[in-house]
């Protein structure tokens, strides 16, 4: 039988892949530090002015080597007049090592960095059992 985690996660990289090719969302890719070494999909579709909706998929390192990930994007201010900043806030799930843990995460996104458009910066921490930070680039295509 199929594991619950496993579906969820499957689930989740279908719709990614699906939705982007129908032009519904804007997929990217992220790596960095989330408990260990990750490297996943992340989506993103504007829902109103300055707010966005995300959700994504990792793999880690980490003892726990499943994260999802749901949540928005909330536009704050630009830095020099070149940098985005913007407020995430998400439900985050660890999963894996026979054990889920869910929570909460908050971070901050500076788009555009360097002065590359598809390009972003995220830095923040997740709270799922126990406090994880999160530092990672992306990369959207």
Do not use: W
């Not at 496993?6 to 689930?11: A, C, G, H, R, S």
């Not at 909706?53 to 980490?62: D, I, K, Q």
Request: glycine share 12%; charged share 10%; net charge neutral.
């Amino acid at each position: 039988m199929i594991n619950q985690t496993k579906l969820l996660f499957f689930t989740c990289l279908f719709s990614l892949l699906f939705c982007s090719l129908a032009q519904a969302l804007q997929p990217a890719v992220i790596g960095g530090i989330r408990n260990g070494l990750a490297l996943g999909v992340i989506a993103e579709e504007p829902i109103a002015s300055n707010t966005s909706l995300r959700f994504g998929a990792e793999l880690n390192t980490g003892n726990q080597p499943i994260i999802l990930f749901f949540g928005g994007k909330f536009y704050l201010t630009n830095i020099s007049g070149k940098i985005p900043m913007s407020f995430g806030l998400q439900a985050v799930g660890y999963s894996g090592n026979r054990s889920t843990d869910l929570g909460l995460g908050i971070s901050l996104i500076f788009s555009r960095p360097f002065n590359v458009n598809p390009l972003f910066f995220e830095f923040g921490v997740d709270v799922a059992g126990s406090g994880h930070l999160q530092a990672q680039a992306g990369y959207f295509f």
